[in-house]
């Protein structure tokens, strides 16, 4: 079945760089997509989202790209600081759906300082 | 406003018990749903419901029973506990059924031996 993916399970990035976590879906029905944040020992939060009509969009030091073509959603962190470490999901709802997520398996991304 | 709140945070069942999950939310939400959380499968649904008095299966619901009596409220049973059901679980809401921004509750570790 059609499920949401992550290229890599886990990231280890400097303090300071930038991050780029990436997922892949193949529901070409999909028109809604979530970014969300788990730290250790606590449950996911919402960082942002974007919908099929867009390419790009920005939050504060992140930013979420999407690619219709090749299915390929991205979340980009600037200036990647040690509380930016945590798994990061995405998620896809599907246009006419029940609007109930499907989350891929998470990226873990560490920061060294 | 103390958003989603999940009891207990930890518990540990002998195979056969049967214990309840509890998930209360004060912000009037009107969807709400319970997520199990294993290494490396990411979030997958149990069961959710979209108000008081309905609910409905998500994708992995055996062994789990549900109950909707308020908008506040909404408990995940374990009828017979077994230890495939070991795992960390989630509770989550959002407004409606249209918005699809989840706000989770910090988790319940559960294992089963």
């Known amino acids: 079945g059609e499920s949401v993916g992550l290229h890599l399970p886990t990231l280890s990035v400097q303090e300071g760089d930038n991050s780029i976590i990436n997922c892949a879906y193949s529901?070409?029905?999909?028109?809604?997509f979530i970014w969300y944040k788990q730290e250790s020992g606590k449950g996911p939060q919402f960082i942002i989202d974007i919908r099929s009509n867009m390419d790009k969009r920005q939050g504060q030091r992140v930013t979420v790209l999407l690619n219709k073509t090749v299915k390929h959603l991205s979340l980009q962190i600037a200036a990647t600081q040690p509380g930016d470490s945590a798994v990061y999901f995405c998620a896809e709802n599907i246009a006419g759906g029940s609007y109930i997520p499907t989350f891929g398996r998470g990226t873990s991304l560490i920061v060294h300082p | 406003n103390a958003g989603v709140t999940q009891t207990p945070k930890f518990q540990v069942l002998k195979t056969g018990q049967s214990m309840t999950l509890q998930c209360a939310q004060d912000m009037n939400h009107e969807y709400m749903s319970w997520y199990r959380q294993d290494p490396g499968m990411g979030l997958r649904l149990i069961h959710y419901s979209v108000g008081a008095g309905i609910t409905d299966q998500g994708e992995v619901p055996n062994g789990y029973n549900v109950s909707r009596s308020t908008t506040e409220d909404f408990p995940l049973r374990l009828l017979s506990a077994a230890p495939s059901q070991t795992s960390v679980y989630f509770c989550?809401?959002?407004?409606?059924?249209?918005?699809?921004?989840?706000?989770f509750g910090s988790g319940t570790q559960l294992s089963v031996l």
């Open positions: 529901n070409s029905a999909s028109d809604y």
């Open positions: 989550a809401s959002r407004t409606d059924r249209l918005s699809e921004k989840l706000f």
